[in-house]
Structure formats: C-alpha cells, structure tokens
C-alpha cells in the first residue's frame, strides 16, 4: 500500500500524494523517485498510474502519484496552467528537500506540458506521454456545448466528473483559456537540459503527433521520440 503525502504547494492549498516505496534488491538503499504528473483533471488513482508504480517499483525506484490543486481530493480551486506548473514544482521541490538524489518526470498529456514547464536540475530524466508542447489558438474547441455556456455566462468552465468520481466537477479558471493560446513553449522546450523520451501515437485525436516531431528538434541531444 501507499503512503499517503501531504504537500503544501506555493499558495499553501494541500496536494494529496500516494507515494510507492521501490523494491530495494540486495539491501540497496534508494533516493531515486520518479514523479508521475497528472493529465488535466485526473485523479492519482488513474489507472494508468497504477501500471507504471507497479513497473517502477520493481526497477528500484520510489513512485508519487499525486492530485493538483483543484482536482481528486487536493484542495479546491480554479485551475490554470500557471498554478499546475507551479503544484509540480512544490512536488519536486518536497522530495529535493528530503534527500532525493535522483528524480525523474513521467508527464501524461497536459502532465507533460507540466514536466516541461517545470524542469528544473533535479530532474535528470522525463518520459512524456502524448504531451501537450504547443499553443492551440482555438482551446475552446474540445469542450461540450453545456460547458461553454457556463464560460459564456460566469466565465470559467466546469467539468463534471463521471459518476463515482471522487470529485463530482473540476473548474477552469477563464485565464486557462488564454495560456493554452499563449504560453511560449518554444523558450520552455529549450529550457530542458535532461534527455527526453516522448511516447506518442499517430492516431491521436487531441494532440497531434507533429507537435512532438517539432518538439523533439528544440530538446537536447539524446532524446527521443517513439
């Protein structure tokens, strides 16, 4: 079983973080995490996260799964990019502070936005999964009739969650809006100096493969896209 973190993030709102202790072969003793950062408003019990725990346990590695502010059972609150980036930041920054040598960022669709965004030198590898890596200059296009109307008339979007979630509905914050047209993600990519392994389909609807082809020429040498 998990432990069950608390993580305070730069706005002092509670992050709720699962963290899998990492087989130690030998007697090895680890300070090696790897960092699952979540796609936009999932829960840390995605079943996706449930998979590579169990996969990155067995390697050695210690794992955190945890909910940004505003989702799953972290504090409430409006989402924009800025503040997922900066919850990102606050996880990394909790396990630099206790020890942790060696961190790597696996970042799941607006997660891998989020990796990107956040990296610093305490991560010395990412994978990104379909991630999120340019402007969309029409972000308004992927959401229902209902939720626009919301947007219209209070200017914020909600999202309800499917039945038996542990939030029945997440907020976007109008200004979320404005950063997925205007966030500058060519100075972001440039940024990374940790190789980097993009896994991304052909046939993705949402996030087209050639964002990651024209992201991978501005990561550092060493990365890669799969």
């Known amino acids: 079983m998990p432990e069950r973190v608390v993580i ?5 709102l509670r992050l709720i973080a699962d963290v899998y202790a990492g087989e130690r072969p030998g007697g090895r003793v680890g300070k090696r995490i790897v ?5 936009l ?4 019990s995605d079943p996706w996260n449930d ?6 346990t067995a390697a050695g590695f210690d794992v955190c799964a945890f909910d940004t502010s505003g989702c799953g059972e972290s504090d409430d ?8 980036i900066a919850d990102l930041h606050s996880v990394l920054s909790y396990f630099w502070t206790r020890g942790y040598e060696e961190i790597g960022v696996i970042g799941f669709s607006f997660g891998g936005l989020l990796a990107i965004w956040s990296w610093n030198t305490w991560v010395k590898a990412m994978a990104l999964i379909d991630p999120v890596t340019h402007v969309n200059p029409d972000p308004l ?24 979630s542990v939030r029945e509905r997440v907020i976007l914050d109008r200004s979320w809006i404005e950063e997925r047209k205007t966030l500058d993600y ?11 392994k993009i896994i991304h389909g052909n046939e ?13 020429k501005l990561l550092p040498a060493g990365s890669r896209l799969e």
Request: glycine share 4%; aromatic share 4%; charged share 30%.
């Open 8 to 12: 305070k993030n730069d706005r002092q």
């Open 35 to 39: 960092i699952l950062a979540p796609g």
């Open 41 to 44: 408003t999932h829960h840390r």
């Open 51 to 56: 998979l590579y725990s169990s996969r990155l």
């Open 77 to 84: 609150d409006q989402i924009t990019i800025r503040k997922h």
């Open 141 to 164: 296009s992927r959401f229902t009739a209902e939720e626009l109307q919301e947007y219209d008339s209070r200017g914020i979007i909600v999202i309800k969650k499917p039945a038996g």
């Open 186 to 196: 060519q100075t972001a990519l440039r940024r990374v100096q940790c190789p980097v």
């Open 204 to 216: 993705d609807a949402l996030v087209p493969i050639q964002d990651s082809i024209e992201a991978l």
